[in-house]
């Protein structure tokens, strides 16, 4: 399995307050993603990175940033969080250019803002 | 970018075949034919991918008609652990960043 982790695992808080994620990998992969997963809507794409400092907006990136300081780390923030917010947040690495290259993804988070 | 459709839901019994097809009738020229698979509970994980060709692999065998239109996953003998959410995707493998749409996929269910 890669190595990919995603802190925490389950949290609730109430909305306004500030939320952070934290998705860290062992694999040294260029390329991270932050998902996010609601009945009926599939995964969707919030934010990616390509490299340290370097990120891109997803299909549904309102209301949330990013950030990647090292290889490593890739932190998912929520400035003020929103009940619409509620939701499973996967992290994944690999993709980028090529055929070959599948994404892994992390074990998820469940997020519930109420 | 491309995008698929698939069946919302579709049963199978135990140790049957299980033939998942996948609609992509805008796909282009440099779309690759990607299938993941969500476990309950757990994030989506690589299946099989292909261009033209059919493909086999230990998971499964990918067939992809000729005009590249549509394409099925098979699953030779369906067991209880291969009860998940099967996602078909077109990847572009040109250009960087995300390729990678998910849309809802199909749910399986296997009957024992």
């Known amino acids: 399995d890669a190595g990919i982790t995603q802190s925490p695992r389950h949290k609730v808080t109430e909305t306004g307050t500030p939320v952070t994620l934290r998705c860290h990998q062992t694999?040294?992969?260029?390329?991270m993603y932050w998902y996010r997963q609601d009945p009926g809507h599939g995964l969707r794409l919030i934010h990616y990175?390509?490299?340290?400092?370097?990120?891109d907006k997803g299909e549904v990136s309102d209301g949330y940033s990013v950030s990647r300081s090292k290889t490593e780390d890739f932190l998912l923030t929520l400035e003020s969080a929103t009940s619409s917010q509620t939701s499973v947040y996967f992290c994944?690495?690999?993709?980028?250019?090529?055929?070959?290259?599948?994404?892994?993804f992390g074990p998820g988070t469940r997020l519930t803002v109420l | 970018d491309a995008k698929t459709t698939q069946p919302n839901s579709m049963e199978s019994n135990e140790e049957e075949p299980v033939h998942l097809p996948c609609n992509h009738s805008?796909?282009?020229?440099?779309?690759?034919i990607h299938w993941y698979r969500q476990l309950p509970s757990q994030g989506p994980e690589y299946v099989i991918h292909?261009?033209?060709s059919n493909v086999n692999n230990r998971m499964a065998s990918l067939a992809i008609a000729e005009d590249r239109k549509s394409s099925t996953l098979i699953l030779h003998r369906a067991t209880l652990r291969d009860a998940a959410v099967y996602y078909c995707?077109?990847?572009?493998?040109?250009?960087?960043?995300?390729?990678?749409?998910f849309g809802t996929g199909t749910s399986l269910t296997v009957i024992p």
């Open positions: 994944a690495i690999g993709g980028g250019q090529g055929a070959y290259n599948e994404q892994f």
């Open positions: 694999e040294n992969h260029r390329y």
């Open positions: 805008t796909i282009s020229g440099t779309d690759y």
């Open positions: 292909g261009l033209t």
């Open positions: 995707i077109l990847r572009d493998v040109t250009r960087s960043g995300n390729q990678f749409y």
């Open positions: 990175s390509y490299g340290v400092k370097d990120t």
